[in-house]
């Protein structure tokens, strides 16, 4: 277990008064972690928890005088940790009464909601957990092992802790042909034999040794494009026939009956009357049956015994072609031709198959498709919210059961790169995951349990490749961001959670004016690349970015931009530098 290295002596001791409202699962996991990195938290809670550990203030969320008990004058943020958006802006809005400046971290569902309210609150920053954990759920499909995430240049890099030993491929490699690596970028390390930090031991040449740990962030590959040739084309119309015979076959069996009526019909007439031709006999027959009527003298010159039959044969037709008009009709403008159209566009191999259009569903979806990815995805619900935007993507969908042996081999479940089972429904996605472990063994199973123990406990049980909580993943970034700064990714290592954030560096800001390789060995911090900005003697290199042995070279200056990762207990080394990249400072 990675523990937390000694602090530098300029780092201020105090951190910030929080306060965490609403203490469910993904709550008390905030709470904790905060506790953890030595942050004065007070939590609260409907209920008393005599088994947490820590201030807890008990009574109604939303209460003024549940807030004022909790310390919300003197607090510096307020994190809304509940599972409900309106609750959460029901407290939003006592909360600002009380405290106009405090600085609220809002756990909200609707992402476009939240965007408003950031663009509209000072002090306010939005998180969604379903938009937190998307990205690693789709990492772990892929069969990264991501403990966190990290947003540069557009890209969602992957975080994973690496344990170095005797048969590791790093082992004995210098940290500093890593540092030089552009594909990847040193977060965090750990020496077994020292305390030295990730900067000194690049500067000094120390190498990987066994017991060593190191945190790396990796350039997420993008796929290969493959081409579409006449084979696929023809391959993807026979699928598509053979199931629409399939799922048609209730509409194709009443049009055979409608034909048969007709025919017994036509047989009769002619059989009555030899002097009526088949054209007329037929034309009658369809006429009589469909109700358009026509060449009615055929039956009015006719004995009784067939006008009997005639009328015998309306009533007859009349329910076979209300029955057929309505299954035409649900066939065509219903689910079923929605489904069918989606079976011509399902892909045949190499592609993740996504069970359940949740929100965390819909974003690891979105994510694979906007990623270069195929992607397909099953859903139950016909009316779900999030089909008509996933739909829009052209991603094929298909409503049905995925529990169902038939549905998962319609996804051609067996030649997928990835199964990943995200409803919101733990026992559904087990069921599925063991259901798909018949039809495709080898295939790579994600699945989401809600419970972070009871998620370890089936992983250890039933040995699928991924067992991960939303909220054990989203938890940390909330944790993050209540401690401060602009942050672009979060990780844990052992008991010690890291940051990653972008700082502008003014003439006030602590770096200012300062070697980069002396702040980094003196604050602990890494930092990951620098961004200069235009000046007029460096306008062929405007906006230039810098990295490697470059970056501990240069001396920070104003306008620079640096993005950095640092133990989030010492994001208060920062603090003349609290303003996110972009905005004023007077904000």
């Not at 890099?157 to 491929?169: C, G, K, L, Q, T």
């Not at 995200?422 to 790579?444: F, H, M, Q, W, Y």
């Not at 390789?517 to 930092?527: D, G, I, T, Y």
Request: glycine content about 6%.
């Amino acid at each position: 277990m990675v523990g937390i290295s000694s602090q530098p002596r300029d780092l201020p001791q105090v951190l910030p008064h929080i306060i965490v409202c609403g203490l469910g699962r993904t709550g008390l996991r905030i709470f904790t972690l905060l506790r953890q990195q030595g942050a004065r938290v007070v939590g609260i809670s409907y209920h008393p928890m005599p088994e947490v550990e820590g201030d807890v203030v008990v009574g109604e969320l939303r209460s003024a005088s549940t807030l004022i008990q909790a310390g919300i004058y003197q607090a510096q943020t307020l994190v809304l940790a509940a599972s409900d958006d309106a609750l959460n802006l029901a407290i939003l809005t006592q909360a600002r009464l009380l405290n106009p400046n405090i600085r609220i971290i809002n756990r909200l569902f609707n992402i476009r909601l939240g965007d408003r309210l950031d663009h509209t609150l000072p002090h306010h920053v939005s998180l969604s957990s379903a938009a937190l954990a998307a990205p690693l759920f789709a990492f772990a499909a892929k069969g990264h092992r991501a403990m966190g995430q990290l947003r540069l240049f557009d890209l969602t890099w992957p975080m994973y802790e690496e344990v170095i030993d005797a048969a590791h491929p790093w082992h004995g490699k210098p940290l500093k042909a890593m540092w030089d690596n552009r594909s990847q970028l040193l977060i965090h390390y750990d020496s077994a034999h020292s305390s030295i930090d990730l900067v000194t031991a690049v500067v000094t040449g120390q190498v990987l040794q066994p017991g060593d740990r190191i945190v790396v962030a990796t350039r997420p590959q993008q796929p290969m494009l493959q081409s579409r040739h006449v084979s696929q084309f023809w391959q993807r119309l026979l699928v598509t026939l053979d199931h629409g015979r399939r799922r048609a076959r209730a509409t194709l069996m009443v049009i055979l009956a409608l034909l048969l009526t007709i025919g017994l019909a036509t047989f009769t007439y002619l059989w009555h009357n030899l002097n009526t031709s088949w054209v007329d006999a037929l034309y009658f027959s369809v006429g009589m049956i469909t109700g358009a009527g026509g060449q009615e003298q055929v039956a009015e010159k006719a004995s009784a015994p067939i006008k009997v039959f005639t009328a015998i044969m309306m009533l007859i037709g009349a329910g076979v072609i209300g029955i057929c008009y309505a299954l035409l009709n649900d066939f065509i403008l219903g689910s079923h031709f929605q489904s069918l159209w989606s079976v011509a566009r399902m892909p045949r191999q190499h592609h993740f198959v996504v069970c359940g259009l949740g929100g965390v569903g819909y974003r690891i979806a979105i994510h694979l498709h906007e990623t270069g990815h195929k992607v397909a995805v099953v859903e139950q619900d016909a009316h779900n919210r999030f089909l008509p935007a996933v739909q829009a993507r052209k991603i094929p969908v298909i409503i049905a059961d995925a529990n169902l042996t038939s549905t998962l081999e319609t996804l051609n479940l067996a030649s997928a790169q990835a199964l990943l089972v995200v409803t919101s429904d733990d026992t559904v996605n087990l069921e599925i995951a063991l259901t798909a472990r018949s039809i495709g063994p080898k295939v790579p199973a994600v699945v989401r349990i809600y419970d972070a123990e009871f998620a370890q406990q089936v992983q250890q049980v039933f040995e699928f490749d991924q067992v991960l909580s939303p909220m054990d993943l989203a938890a940390p970034t909330f944790a993050a961001a209540a401690l401060g700064g602009h942050i672009l990714g979060s990780g844990m290592a052992g008991n010690l959670l890291w940051v990653a954030i972008a700082t502008l560096i003014t003439p006030h800001h602590p770096f200012y004016n300062q070697p980069m390789q002396a702040v980094a060995q003196r604050v602990h911090l890494v930092p990951l690349y620098l961004e200069r900005r235009e000046t007029p003697r460096t306008a062929s290199k405007a906006h230039r970015a810098i990295h490697g042995d470059d970056l501990l070279d240069i001396t920070l200056t104003d306008g620079d931009v640096l993005y950095l990762t640092m133990p989030a207990n010492r994001l208060k080394c920062l603090q003349y530098s609290a303003t996110p990249v972009g905005q004023d400072t007077s904000s």
